[in-house]
């Protein structure tokens, strides 16, 4: 079984600048959520594609969107960069058929720094 | 929204003794409540995790409680080890694969 993965893992950006971030989910999940974790604190929920569309959102701004692929990999977009988007941002995978919930299994991150 | 609070922020223990975590929330309809284990540089991994129509679940050194009434839900890990040591978060949720609603974690280091 082949578990989540996240490119890139490092990235510096500048204020301003565009980023696309990816994540290839475990193999068998068909959802993915993305999480901003900021350093010192716990993850904050960005949003989360099922069967690619987006099934929910948290309190963050539309230039924070995303997109998933039949193959339920997904990327997170961000557009016009600021310094407090400096983050790890994770991804997590789990597979959701009708009643049925399964546990989200991270990724590695990716570190962001924006300057 | 919902809101995890999680006491305490820091915590330093002596190998072999217990820590204790703990987190309430605020939004009655959470019923998944995971724990996550999060070494430095490392991904959250779930260690434990407890649904609202349980009391207590526990896994071999960890154990979870759940009082659903007052709203506050415990980490106990028995017989600390050196591999203890790293940040744990505690969550709450409606659903196992939905949103995720994250406390600010504890810092948990186990001295030799």
Redesign the interface.
Known sequence: ETG?TQSPTHLIKTRGQQVTLRCSSQSGHN?V?W?QQAL??????IF?YYREEEN?R??FPPRFSGLQFPNYSSELNVNALELDDSALY?C?S???WGRS?????????TRLLVL | GENVEQHPSTLSVQEGDSAVIKCTYSDSASNYFPWYKQELGKRPQLIIDIRSNVGEKKDQRIAVTLNKTAKHFSLHITETQPEDSAVYFCAASERNDYKLSFGAGTTVTVRA
């Open positions: 989540v959802t959520s999480y010192g604190q716990g993850p904050q929920f989360q929910g948290g309190n994770l997590a789990s597979h959701s919930q399964e546990t989200q299994y991270f990724g590695p991150g």
